[in-house]
């Protein structure tokens, strides 16, 4: 069976997280710095596993609206839609690095959030979301 990939996306490091092949549990599974790492780990994940897709985290603000964090989500979206032949999607990542950091120390944060960040989108019945209105444009802004 395949799984899914979640990666929480930082400024200098991207946490990743796998679910397993029932697609009933997300575990965190590491950090890397670049895109180009993540894309290879993406690949490697499927030669092993079988990928059926891939959830980035979506900061949104507690308002729900979207700030700069976002449009470099968006952006990763697009740079992985260009390079991988999976499904890549945006899952809203509120309060999940808050979560993280009360699950204990600063080590492995950003794999924590991203398997949280993971989890809920399992626990939603792994659903095909499109991408928020208006923030496609916001990202074409941004280059």
Do not use: C, Y
Request: net charge negative; charged share 25%.
């Amino acid at each position: 069976m395949s799984v899914w990939i979640g990666v929480d996306p930082g400024e200098k490091r991207n946490g990743l997280a796998r679910a397993d092949g029932l697609g009933v549990l997300a575990t965190p599974r590491g950090v890397v710095g670049n895109r180009d790492d993540l894309v290879s780990w993406i690949l490697e994940t499927d030669s092993e596993h079988g990928v059926a897709g891939v959830v980035i985290g979506m900061p949104r603000n507690m308002d729900g609206s979207f700030g700069p964090m976002a449009i470099r989500s968006l952006q990763l979206v697009r740079w992985l839609r260009e390079r991988i032949d999976f499904p890549v999607q945006l899952w809203d990542e509120r309060l999940t690095s808050a979560q993280a950091k009360a699950l204990g120390g600063s080590k492995e944060l950003d794999a924590r959030a991203a398997a949280i960040l993971l989890q809920s989108f399992l626990d939603a019945g792994a659903p095909d979301s499109p991408d928020p209105p208006g923030l496609l444009e916001a990202a074409d802004g941004a280059n």
